[in-house]
């Protein structure tokens, strides 16, 4: 899945902002090449860092765009969703690839809940008839299109079954602040069937947000003002969404990702499974996504007030509210199969540390041939295995044990990956060094998501990697770019101090989230994205034709995710120290604290100032009796949170990273002596364990499930990180009490870790004294 690439702003002028603003870079450069004499990478000895540096370089120069390309050929050539025939014959495909290149490779089944469409009708009764068409047409020139067969149809998968006749109400994003606008327009959506476009939040809150305010149905429908020909000419002449585009997509709620029967336990035979009706991640209403071909007779039948300016689209109509006098009939019915999927699970065993585990992840089911979303980033992993299966042949052997996972049932909500890591949790805390994920694979900007302790680790391999577009490496263009698109001075003064990327917080939305968010494993999310030509998400064009267009049509951005994906995994595998740095982690815990008390002082204020406008009646006073608006309620003005224990919690957090940084510079200092055996085994130990200590048995207040108290999504956000939900979730609710008696537990884990980290420190120093 993965939306939401970045988008930035061309960089213009590249050269002349490089000469004046890179030196930290250059610096960062040297630093990151043995050959000159200079440091070893992160975690390295230099004799050791010399020797990766060889074999990474063989590594990237023995990647093939040729060979990514036929990979896609092969894994999108039918539709290839949970269930299909397809979907099990790439995963048997994908194994034999595995096993051909020499590596242990297995598939592991599991057994879960996906409904397939049944009954899908939306018609619209009054003031005229119109039927929906429900179905995507073939397009002559792109020869997959026509597979009709094979194609699931287009549905939201884990819809309530229901059959609805309502008026319409238009609800824009369907978000929850859209609802507030509503209501001082004086509209209820109680006993309406609504409709909203697809951006903004995730589709699953739509329904969601809508069932909570009474609403009985849900269409949700792609205006072309989000990925159609507001963006660029449409399919097929060029790469954007056309008039009878639909995005299909899972509305399963957020409660827990995974198979609905089976939260918290891998879902294997003899596993206990909740009935249906227990699953609480299903929708409440139905809910149905259709095209804006099948949504213009709707909203053009609607009247009531005009939208607000930012709610409409780019539709040729006056975009009205409703409710009515456009009465719609929505019927959506599921065949509730549990079907089985197919996780290829190949390991490449370590050398040294086999005990250690370095994991690699992509989904390879889609919603229909899917070749942007997911196979672009599986065709380029499967590149990567590969190579580093002829390395092997070759004589490299890595330190670590190496994990390539290709996972099924992602796109219905992170089935495999979740089911994969409930069934083996204990083995995965015992061993997991860092898991690295990717998903849809465009062009453009390096994009790196991630938990900031391999912040500095991944900034250094992304010096290694060429941008294919430019003369630079990824790292620069990416970190030029971030600097182009940066909000004020002070974020750009900020960007130019910086020698690595900062790695935005992951919440869920691909597979890395039971690795992060209940496994309390390391994570790095990557991708290029920001040049795209087109967007096809989700829908049948979503194919190789369509690929090979208009997005990385040579494949040189499929390369660079091999190289910059595959670097990354063979130098965590091989590296001495598990190559974390805790300083960059405890700054953005310290960022994410004051982001709370920023929300506070804002809320504060906001609250304040209405209350303060409502008794000077100022809202009755800019009331047009044409167009009324119901005043905003008053509000109690939220108290101050008492946010010291954690702020004392991060200020340890904060000493100790300084601590371990500082043993890691007299290591790198050091130069060529390499530790003993045994310190680094000691090291190693207390190391691969530190990730876990940000968690909390008991998980999130309201969703258990969630364990990590720094990373996780939002409720209300859906793919979105909440970092500190724990207590910035009961904020968002204006539930103050609560969110401050969330502040200790957090503050307990931060401390934890920050003990964990002066453990290692310490262990450090000794094992520089020559003590350890
Ligand atoms: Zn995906």
Not at 145 to 169: C, F, I, K, R, W
Not at 533 to 551: A, C, L, M, P
Request: hydrophobic share 40%.
């Amino acid at each position: 899945m993965n939306m939401g690439a970045l988008q930035p702003g061309r960089v213009a002028g590249w050269r002349t902002v490089m000469l004046c603003a890179l030196a930290p870079l250059l610096t960062l450069r040297a630093a990151a090449e043995p050959a000159a004499g200079a440091a070893p990478f992160l975690g390295y000895s230099a004799g050791s860092s010399a020797t990766e540096d060889g074999w990474e370089k063989r590594f990237r120069a023995a990647i093939v765009p040729a060979t990514i390309r036929e990979n896609m050929r092969r894994l999108s050539a039918r539709p290839h969703h949970v269930g299909s025939p397809y979907d099990k014959d790439n995963a048997e495909w994908i194994l034999a690839q595995f096993k051909a290149w020499g590596y242990d490779a297995r598939i592991e089944t599991f057994n879960v809940l996906f409904p397939t469409p049944k009954i899908r009708v939306l018609e619209m009764l009054e003031p005229t008839a119109f039927h929906a068409v429900l179905k995507e047409s073939v397009v002559a020139s792109d020869p997959t299109s026509g597979q009709t067969d094979e194609q699931l149809p287009t549905y939201n998968a884990y819809s309530a079954d229901g059959n609805v006749t309502a008026p319409l109400v238009y609800v824009n994003f369907g978000s929850r602040e859209d609802y507030v606008e509503l209501d001082r327009l004086g509209i209820s959506v109680k006993g309406a069937i609504v409709i909203a476009r697809y951006g903004q939040s995730w589709r699953g809150i739509k329904p969601k947000v809508a069932a909570e305010h009474g609403a009985i149905g849900c269409i949700i429908y792609s205006d072309p003002g989000g990925d159609g020909y507001v963006k660029g000419d449409a399919y097929p002449s060029g790469g954007w969404r056309p008039a009878d585009g639909v995005q299909r997509g899972s509305v399963m709620d957020t409660d827990y990702p995974g198979d609905p029967l089976t939260p918290g336990v891998g879902a294997l035979p003899g596993a206990k499974r909740l009935a249906l009706k227990d699953a609480k991640t299903l929708t409440k209403i139905p809910v149905l996504p259709i095209s804006y071909a099948d949504a213009l007779p709707l909203l053009s039948a609607l009247q009531g007030p005009v939208a607000p300016e930012a709610w409409r689209g780019a539709l040729p109509i006056t975009y009205h509210l409703g409710p009515g006098p456009a009465k719609v009939h929505l019927q959506v019915a599921s065949n509730w199969d549990i079907k089985p999927i197919y996780d290829v699970i190949a390991t490449l065993r370590g050398g040294v540390m086999p005990d250690q585990w370095v994991i690699r992840g992509n989904h390879h089911d889609a919603w229909v041939n899917g070749a942007e979303d997911p196979i672009s980033g599986q065709a380029a992993m499967l590149e990567e295995a590969r190579v580093m299966g002829e390395l092997h042949h070759q004589g490299w052997v890595p330190a670590r044990t190496i994990i390539y996972c290709a996972w099924d049932g992602e796109e219905p909500g992170l089935l495999g990956s979740v089911e994969w890591v409930e069934t083996h949790l204990a083995d995965l805390q015992r061993h997991a060094v860092a898991y690295i994920n990717s998903d849809g694979n465009d062009r453009g900007y390096l994009s790196a998501g991630g938990t900031q302790d391999l912040q500095r680790f991944v900034s250094g391999v992304a010096l290694e990697v060429q941008d294919p577009e430019t003369n630079m490496s990824v790292f620069a263009r990416s970190h030029l770019a971030a600097i182009a698109k940066a909000k004020d001075a002070d974020e750009r003064s900020d960007l130019r101090k910086r020698s690595d990327l900062v790695l935005e917080a992951l919440g869920d939305g691909s597979d890395f989230t039971a690795f992060q968010d209940f496994a309390g494993i390391s994570t790095l999310d990557l991708s290029f994205a920001g040049e795209e030509d087109g967007d096809q998400y989700h829908s049948i064009y979503d194919d190789f034709h369509w690929y090979t267009q208009f997005v990385d049509t040579d494949f040189v951005y499929g390369r660079a995710l091999s190289e910059t994906a595959g670097s990354a995994i063979m130098r965590l595998a091989d590296a001495d120290l598990i190559p974390v740095d805790y300083a960059p982690q405890a700054e953005a815990i310290a960022r994410y604290e004051s982001e709370l008390e920023k929300l506070l002082k804002d809320k504060q204020d906001e609250f304040t100032e209405r209350n303060l406008e409502l008794q000077e009646g100022v809202f009755a006073a800019t009331n047009d009796p044409r167009r009324p608006l119901l005043p905003p309620p008053a509000e109690t003005i939220p108290p101050y949170i008492n946010f010291a224990p954690m702020k004392n919690a991060i200020d340890l957090l904060t000493k100790s990273a300084a601590r371990f940084s500082a043993a890691l510079a007299g290591f790198t200092a050091r130069g060529s002596p390499a530790l003993p055996a045994k310190s680094l085994v000691l090291l190693n130990a207390d190391l691969l364990q530190i990730s876990r200590l940000f968690l909390n048995p008991h998980g999130l207040p309201e969703r258990p499930w969630f364990k990590n108290q720094i990373y996780a999504p939002g409720a209300y956000t859906g793919y979105g990180a909440k970092p500190i939900a724990a207590v910035r979730e009961y904020m968002d609710e204006k539930k103050w009490r609560e969110a401050e008696g969330q502040v200790p537990q957090v503050s307990v884990a931060i401390e934890a870790a920050a003990a964990g980290i002066d453990r290692a420190a310490a262990d450090f120093e000794s094992a520089l004294a020559g003590t350890l």
